[in-house]
């Protein structure tokens, strides 16, 4: 189906988003333990 194809970019982005928000808080996480 042709929906798919609109809303793979956006799961994409949101998959990313959470990705870098996630490793970002580790980061910040790691940076404060250490």
């Known amino acids: 189906m042709s ?4 809303a ?3 799961f994409g ?3 990313l988003t ?3 928000l996630l490793g970002l ?3 910040a ?3 404060g333990t250490v």
């Open 8 to 10: 793979e970019p956006y």
């Open 18 to 20: 959470r990705r870098g």
């Open 3 to 6: 929906w798919r194809k609109g």
């Open 25 to 27: 808080a580790g980061a």
């Open 29 to 31: 996480g790691a940076a």
């Open 13 to 15: 982005a949101m998959t």
